[in-house]
């Protein structure tokens, strides 16, 4: 059973830039997707950004709100997912959660000022 465990997040600026980091007990290297979800106050987890093994190519997806803003990658020989979030708005406010293999991290808490 994976465990993941978030860091990375805080307080900002709006315009400005956050990477979170998603580490995983044991080997990510085959898990299909990862992923980040996030969840704003008083509304439902949603899809943040998804990426696929680099054994199927790698692929990534993006919720539309955060395309050209975000960017997932995954080091799989550290064993870590990482979200870099740029141009940060006030509505990418939220508790952040990494998934991978049906396991979900405690999240972290991302909060930009405008």
């Known amino acids: 059973q994976v465990q993941l465990v978030e860091s990375g997040g805080g307080l900002v600026q709006a315009g400005g830039s956050l990477r979170l980091s998603c580490a995983a007990s044991?080997?990510?290297?085959?898990?299909?997707?990862m992923g980040w979800y996030r969840q704003a106050p008083g509304k439902q987890r949603e899809l943040v950004a998804l990426?696929?093994?680099?054994?199927?190519?790698?692929?990534?997806n993006y919720a539309d709100s955060v395309k050209g803003r975000f960017t997932i990658s995954r080091d799989n020989a550290e064993n870590t997912v990482y979200l870099q979030m740029n141009s940060l708005k006030s509505e990418d406010t939220g508790v952040y959660y990494c998934y991978a293999d049906g396991h979900w991290g405690q999240g972290t808490l991302v909060t930009v000022s405008s």
């Open positions: 044991g080997s990510i290297f085959m898990i299909n997707p």
């Open positions: 990426i696929s093994s680099a054994t199927i190519g790698g692929s990534t």
